[in-house]
């Protein structure tokens, strides 16, 4: 089955405790991103990635790192959470260059 | 600065009403147009989608119209369900490129 899976999907952590969600997905896609929604601001792009060690800044990259090193994984970083990252976070893929976007289940995250 | 204006933010309609959601953009190089339904606890979905050169396009209950020259496309949902509920995101991108601007969301609610 193609899909997008996240992990955890429920996190709970407090401030400044290094975390990473994973987000990895078997179609082979080249495109891969990070959003946050947040109630009213809608989905924000936080970093993308159009392939293999190419990433690249969305709107809103204060405070998250990301990593290509494996066309599936697209992991996202918060070296130091801080309670303004509590968020919905979602990864999704694409083929490069097709704007139809799968979307994983989702992280919710709780910085206390 | 927001590229892509969604309203209504909330939409109540009744069942076997029409619902209809609003999007407008700036960007006249956009020229891809997707509408995205989450659930809630899911991550958003392609729900349908429309390139600028056809003015409409439908697939079942969803229609997506188009006006080029006004800079706006709208969802109507005909004979609308409660299982419609759910919340509606237009987005837009440029020809070859997969990163998505999305508009921020409406909060569709179909009252049995």
């Not at chain 1, 060690?53 to 992991?75: A, L």
């Amino acid at each position: 089955e193609a899909q997008v899976t996240q992990n955890p999907r429920y996190l709970i952590t407090v401030t400044g405790k290094k975390l990473t969600v994973t987000c990895s997905q078997n179609m082979n896609h080249e495109y891969m991103s990070w959003y946050r929604q947040d109630p009213g601001l809608g989905l924000r792009q936080i970093y993308y990635s159009m392939n293999v060690e190419v990433t690249d800044k969305g709107d809103v990259p204060e405070g998250y790192k990301v990593s290509r090193k494996e066309k599936r994984n697209f992991p996202l970083i918060l070296e130091s959470p801080s309670p303004n990252q509590t968020s919905l976070y979602f990864c999704a893929s694409s083929l490069y260059g097709q704007g139809s976007q799968y979307f994983g289940p989702g992280t919710r995250l709780t910085v206390l | 600065q927001q590229q892509v204006k969604q309203s209504p933010q909330s939409l109540i309609v009744q069942k076997g009403g029409i619902s209809i959601i609003n999007c407008a953009y700036e960007n006249t190089a956009f020229d891809y147009f997707p509408w995205y339904q989450q659930f809630p606890g899911k991550g958003p979905a392609l729900l349908i989608a429309i390139r600028p050169d056809v003015s409409e396009k439908k697939e079942g209950r969803f229609t997506i119209s188009f006006n080029k020259s006004a800079k706006q496309f709208s969802l109507h949902i005909m004979d609308s369900q409660p299982g419609d509920s759910a919340t509606y995101f237009c987005a837009a991108s440029v020809r070859g490129y997969s990163t998505l601007t999305f508009g921020k969301g409406t909060m569709l609610l179909v009252s049995p």
